[in-house]
C-alpha cells in the first residue's frame, strides 16, 4: 500500500482522489492547503486522517510515503525538492515545472535522494493514446499534425472584470500554453521526438500571460501545428495524417476516441473501452514504479518531460511572455 500525501485542495486534487481509490494499493494519509480550517475541512470531506498547513511539518511525516502535487506551476519545484529531501516520492502535475532549470533541479533532487519522481500527464498514459502509438505505422509516412486544445476558461469572466486568478498571473507562470497547450506538444513528443525548431505566436493579454497561441514544430519530414487558448472554445479533433491514411483523436487532453480513416476509404474504430478514470492510469505507473524501486517512468520519461519544457520556455520566449525563474 502507498501512502498519499495530498498538496492542494482543488478540485484537480478532488478528481486524482477519486480516481486513485480504484486502485488496491492506493490510499491517502494526508493533505496540505495553506490555512488549517481548510485543510481539516478538506480531511473531513474525503476522510483523510492528517491535515497540514505547514509543508515541512508534512514533508517530515511518517505517515506519507509519496505526494501529489497539484498547487500553481510556479511552486512545484520548491514543493517537489522539499519533499524529496525528505525521501518521500514525488508526483507533479502538469505542467512539470515553471522552466526547464526548474524541471532540471527536480530531476537532479530525486536522484540525489533515490525517490520516484513522475509528471503527472495523464494523457499520454491512457489506453488510447497507447493504441494511437501502436497504430500509427498503419498510415505510412507522417505528412502532418495537428492538434488543438481551446477551451474557454470558466475563470475568465472573473479576469475580465479586474479580478487575477493563478490561470491569469504571470508569477505562477499561468497562460493558455502552460494550462492547454501543454496537452497538445507532450503527445508530439512522445511520439515523435524533439523538434529541429519551434515558431510560436500569440495574444498577451494585459496581466502578461497569453490567452491564446499557436506553435509549429518543425522536423524532419513534417511539421506540426498546434492551437491553444483559455479564452475560446474549440471542438477540432487531432489529425495525424500520413500518406496511407489520418488518425483521428478525440480531446487529446484525454483521449475518449481514437480511429483511422484510410485513404481508400475504410475507417477503422482503434479506441480501447476505458471503465476507470482517465487519472488512473498515471497513478498506476506511478505506484508500479515505487514497488519496483524505479525513480524514472519508461513511458512518462524525464527526457520526454524536459523536451516538453524546453518547447514551452521557447514559445512563450517568442510570444513575448515571461518564464518564471528559480531565485
Not at 505528412?143 to 498571473?169: A, D, M, V
Amino acid at each position: 500500500m502507498i501512502r498519499f500525501g495530498i498538496v492542494g485542495s482543488n478540485w484537480i486534487t478532488e478528481r486524482f482522489i477519486k480516481a486513485g481509490r480504484q486502485h488496491a494499493d492506493f490510499t491517502v494519509t494526508a493533505v496540505y492547503s495553506r490555512t488549517e480550517k481548510k485543510a481539516k475541512e478538506f480531511a473531513w470531506k474525503h476522510q483523510i486522517e492528517n491535515a497540514f498547513n505547514s509543508l515541512e511539518e508534512m514533508a517530515q511525516s511518517s505517515e506519507i510515503d509519496a505526494v501529489y502535487i497539484a498547487t500553481p506551476n510556479s511552486l512545484h519545484c520548491e514543493q517537489a525538492v522539499l519533499f524529496m529531501n525528505n525521501s518521500k516520492h514525488v508526483l507533479c502535475e502538469k505542467p512539470f515545472a515553471a522552466n526547464k532549470l526548474e524541471a532540471e533541479i527536480m530531476i537532479t533532487a530525486a536522484k540525489d535522494n533515490g525517490v520516484t519522481l513522475m509528471e503527472a500527464m495523464k494523457s499520454t498514459l491512457m489506453p488510447n493514446f497507447l493504441a494511437v502509438k501502436e497504430n500509427l505505422h498503419k498510415i505510412g509516412k507522417i505528412q502532418s499534425y495537428f492538434s488543438t486544445n481551446c477551451r474557454l476558461s470558466p475563470f475568465y469572466e472573473q479576469y475580465k472584470q479586474g479580478e487575477l486568478p493563478n490561470l491569469f498571473n504571470p508569477k505562477l507562470a499561468g497562460g493558455s500554453l502552460m494550462d492547454l497547450g501543454v496537452y497538445t506538444i507532450a503527445p508530439i513528443v512522445d511520439l515523435f521526438g524533439v523538434p529541429k525548431a519551434v515558431d510560436a505566436s500569440g495574444n498577451v493579454l494585459d496581466s502578461g500571460v497569453d490567452g491564446n497561441g499557436q506553435i509549429t514544430l518543425h522536423y524532419s519530414n513534417f511539421k506540426a501545428n498546434v492551437m491553444f487558448s483559455c479564452i475560446s472554445e474549440s471542438t477540432l479533433p487531432t489529425e495525424i495524417q500520413g500518406e496511407d491514411g489520418t488518425i483521428l483523436v478525440h480531446h487529446i487532453s484525454s483521449p475518449k476516441k481514437a480511429e483511422i480513416l484510410f485513404s481508400s476509404g475504410v475507417a477503422e474504430d482503434i479506441s480501447e473501452q476505458e471503465q476507470l478514470d482517465p487519472m488512473y492510469y498515471e497513478i498506476e505507473e506511478f505506484i508500479d514504479l515505487i514497488k519496483s524501486e524505479c525513480l524514472e517512468s519508461p513511458r512518462n520519461t524525464w527526457t520526454n518531460t524536459m523536451a516538453v519544457m524546453e518547447i514551452l520556455d521557447d514559445a512563450r520566449r517568442q510570444m513575448g511572455v515571461d518564464t518564471v525563474t528559480t531565485d
